[in-house]
């Protein structure tokens, strides 16, 4: 079983050699890491191409489009192999972990795997929290629709699900609850307890929840969230109806 790891790169400089070492670790000669890389005003671009160079499993694909879910979309577009792993940029990978979310699918028989993580500083201390002590960790269409638990860094996905998922809708939120729900919609979702990366959270970002569940939201931000909940609700209704299964049976649309 081959790996893709999709990777999102921009102004990340600081810490992707440090991930790329820690991916790299994870894997076998079959598999591959594809870089989608946004404009930079650092040093990102010379460093992944040098990597690149060194390295034939690791493949650099420019993104015109700026922003995150664009740049995810256009780094899963060059997948080749089986699974998909996504990563961000200035985590760090356990060494086991492929292997920790590849017993998940076979064992669970899913379509998409979710594991913990460790919660860090950017020196990569540990803090008191993990990805699935932070959230409201539990299945559910209607739940992660309103109150999104799904962290990309943390996801992988059978290449089944990419028909489905792309193109990524432009007027959702982000990329990774996106995938998340349309996992939810037509196949089967595992999550696994073990945590496989340290999660750097940079400044504010390691005192922000997310979801609905934020207390304090402006009436701007709840009506564009009731609004991307609909653009959900009539993408995916668009996407599949019928019987679940696990992703690796041939699914007809209604």
Known sequence: MSISVAMAVC????????QLNSIIHNLKKE????ISYNASEDATLEMIEEAAHQLP?????S???????????????????EYI????????????KVEKVMECFEKEH??????DSQYTDDDLNHQ????????DIKQGYVHNLINNCYDGCCLAFHRDLIKMILPIPRSVSMHDQWIGLVAEKVGSVSFCNEKLLQHRRHGNAAKKKYGLSMIFRTSYQ???RLQEMNSYVRYLNGIWKGPKNNGTEQKEKA
């Open 11 to 18: 102004n990340g400089e600081k810490y992707i050699e440090q």
């Open 31 to 34: 598999d591959e890491i594809i």
């Open 57 to 61: 499993i690791i493949k650099v694909y």
């Open 63 to 81: 993104c015109e489009e700026k922003g995150v879910i664009a740049n995810y979309e256009n780094a899963i577009s060059h997948c080749n192999n």
């Open 85 to 96: 792993f996504l990563a961000d940029q200035d985590d760090v990978w356990t060494d086991n």
């Open 110 to 115: 899913a379509i998409l795997v979710m594991h």
């Open 128 to 135: 008191n929290m993990t990805l699935f002590t932070d959230k």
């Open 222 to 224: 709840v009506t564009r």
